[in-house]
């Protein structure tokens, strides 16, 4: 049975005083902390005097006026986002110099090798140019299909400066122009830059070094892809 440390021995009497009972119970260990003052609330209201004996002699006022006049509809509040930005995940199968089919766009067919997965989650591809004309450009791994051939990059050094601002276009300011202009009679070809140039032929000098050593691959990269009947892709290995 709990007997209590500081009995009584008789009514009104303890066996321990007030200053032995603090050092048994080791009260002296425990930090006193100040309970903070609540700040004071900012008043809302003030009393004002009222004239007349019906009135009563005072009355409280609020201080800040509510406004006469409402919106007849409702204002809508922005609410708050708590969605994060995720980086987009990589799928397992794409890897430096994983060989990929593109799907859709422009160079749907065409077999292209990966470089490298920007920072915006889009992919990196070369066809090389000289083999499919395929330049370097991004593409989404949702439109691509991997292929178990890989090309060996080990030699090959993907420069930094190909990230998301180096495909960004330049708005061009729209103009009022002719009326040939507008119904497109002299529509100016799209001269590209000597240095996009430039850039295109020094990454593929090395990925074509690498392709020549492997027989039959540049045939590979050339050739397009397709499903003739009766093919089925699901059950297909590529």
């Given at each position: 049975m709990?007997?209590?440390?500081?009995?009584?021995?008789?009514?009104?009497?303890?066996?321990?005083?007030?200053?032995?009972?603090?050092?048994?119970?080791?009260?002296?260990?425990?930090?006193?902390?100040a309970?903070?003052?609540?700040?004071?609330?900012?008043?809302?209201?003030?009393?004002?005097?009222?004239?007349?004996?019906?009135?009563?002699?005072e009355?409280?006022?609020?201080?800040?006026?509510?406004?006469?006049?409402?919106?007849?509809?409702?204002?809508?509040?922005?609410?708050?986002?708590r969605?994060?930005?995720?980086?987009?995940?990589?799928?397992?199968?794409?890897?430096?110099?994983?060989?990929?089919?593109?799907?859709?766009?422009?160079?749907?067919?065409?077999r292209?090798?990966?470089?490298?997965?920007?920072?915006?989650?889009?992919?990196?591809?070369?066809?090389?140019?000289?083999?499919?004309?395929?330049?370097?450009?991004?593409?989404?791994?949702?439109?691509?299909?991997?292929?178990?051939?890989?090309?060996?990059?080990?030699?090959?050094?993907?420069?930094?400066?190909?990230?998301?601002?180096?495909?960004?276009?330049?708005?061009?300011?729209?103009?009022?122009?002719?009326?040939?202009?507008?119904?497109?009679?002299?529509?100016?070809?799209?001269?590209?830059?000597?240095?996009?140039?430039?850039?295109?032929?020094?990454?593929?000098?090395?990925?074509?070094?690498?392709?020549s050593?492997?027989?039959h691959?540049?045939?590979?990269?050339?050739?397009?892809?397709?499903?003739?009947?009766?093919?089925?892709?699901?059950?297909?290995?590529?």
């Amino acid at each position: 049975m709990h007997k209590s440390r500081n009995s009584f021995l008789a009514p009104g009497i303890t066996r321990l005083s007030r200053s032995s009972a603090f050092s048994k119970r080791a009260l002296y260990k425990k930090q006193k902390v100040a309970a903070e003052k609540a700040a004071a609330a900012p008043a809302t209201t003030k009393t004002v005097k009222v004239n007349g004996e019906k009135n009563g002699s005072e009355r409280v006022v609020s201080l800040n006026k509510a406004s006469r006049w409402y919106p007849a509809e409702d204002v809508a509040q922005p609410k708050a986002s708590r969605k994060v930005a995720k980086p987009t995940k990589l799928r397992a199968t794409i890897t430096p110099g994983t060989v990929l089919v593109l799907l859709a766009g422009r160079f749907r067919g065409k077999r292209v090798v990966f470089l490298k997965q920007l920072a915006s989650g889009l992919l990196l591809v070369t066809g090389p140019y000289k083999v499919n004309g395929v330049p370097l450009r991004r593409v989404n791994q949702a439109y691509v299909l991997a292929t178990s051939t890989k090309v060996d990059l080990s030699n090959v050094n993907v420069d930094a400066k190909f990230d998301d601002a180096y495909f960004k276009k330049e708005k061009a300011a729209k103009a009022k122009g002719t009326e040939e202009e507008f119904f497109g009679e002299e529509q100016k070809k799209k001269v590209i830059p000597e240095s996009r140039s430039a850039d295109q032929k020094s990454v593929d000098k090395e990925i074509l070094a690498a392709v020549s050593q492997v027989p039959h691959l540049r045939s590979y990269l050339n050739a397009s892809f397709t499903l003739r009947k009766g093919q089925a892709p699901h059950s297909m290995k590529f």
